[in-house]
């Protein structure tokens, strides 16, 4: 099977790859295509050998049937030159969705992911600075497919959610816009922001629903546990002062410092 890039020349209607649906629907799509030639090549050995379709066992790259075992390379090349159609494709779309946006009632999602973050941080009361010391994460991935890919979305989503809640300042001119349109114009975390003690773990807990290998989406959803982090800050000021705390995101260091003044 071969995979490139998404272009409407070769997948008409094609869906973005936008909220992390990128393997729920085009990883989805494309099994269902080798699943279908998955069936041919069955059809294939059952044809030639008189055997039961449930007789015939693709697994590791081994082809086993009554008559024997063969390498998938081989069953491959056999029903190539029997005229055996080696490609397809394949179409999906998410089941069970449906919602009334007139009486607000139906399913809009198809699964949830969930997800906690512990954030140990600490404040400089004189300047408002402000530096994260300790993260500790246990997010629900499903049956994870890639566990490094997974780990590393989740260190992603979670340091630029960092970023949307301590660092990256909105700020409208005269004429109503945006100034801070860019990484140019406004701070966005580096390296330096990650804490030395980042610390994540997957929940190993299949998807309930008929996804992909069990697994499920990962790529936005950790963004919302930097949450913590917003709240640990605040919980940083309520023990430098007594009083009520209002801290408004982003938690910057004018912000902070402003929020230390009783």
């Known amino acids: 099977m071969l995979a490139t890039a998404s272009d409407t020349s070769k997948v008409p209607n094609a869906s ?55 390498s998938f390379e081989q069953l491959v090349d056999k029903a190539y030159h029997a005229r055996v159609q080696l490609w397809s494709d394949g179409f999906y779309k998410t089941p069970k969705i449906h919602y009334d946006k007139h009486t607000l009632t139906g399913r809009p999602f198809y ?54 809640l301590t ?42 629903e008929d996804n992909v290998f069990g697994s499920k989406a990962v790529g936005e959803p950790p963004l919302m546990l930097a949450i913590s982090v917003l709240e640990a800050l605040k919980d940083a000021v309520a023990a430098a002062r007594p009083g009520v705390v209002r801290l408004d995101a982003p938690a910057t260091a004018e912000n902070l410092l402003r929020s230390l003044k009783v």
């Open 16 to 70: 973005a790859t936008a909220a992390s649906s990128g393997t729920d629907l085009n990883g989805r799509a494309a099994q269902f295509a080798a699943r279908q030639i998955r069936e041919r090549l069955v059809k294939y050995v059952v044809d030639h050998e008189g055997c039961a379709p449930e007789a015939v066992v693709i697994r590791q790259g081994q082809v086993t049937s009554p008559k024997g075992t063969q």
């Open 167 to 208: 660092t990256e300042q909105l700020v409208w001119n005269d004429k109503g816009y945006l100034s801070t349109h860019a990484p140019s114009t406004y701070k966005i975390p580096t390296t330096g922001d990650v804490p030395e003690h980042f610390r994540v773990d997957l929940w190993p807990e299949p998807n309930r």
């Open 111 to 164: 699964y949830f992911s969930y997800g906690a973050a512990c954030s140990e941080v600490a404040i400089d009361t004189l300047t408002g600075e402000s530096r994260l010391l300790k993260v500790d994460i246990l997010h629900d991935v499903g049956t994870s497919i890639n566990p490094a890919i997974d780990i590393g979305q989740i260190e992603g989503g979670f340091v630029q959610g960092m970023g949307w």
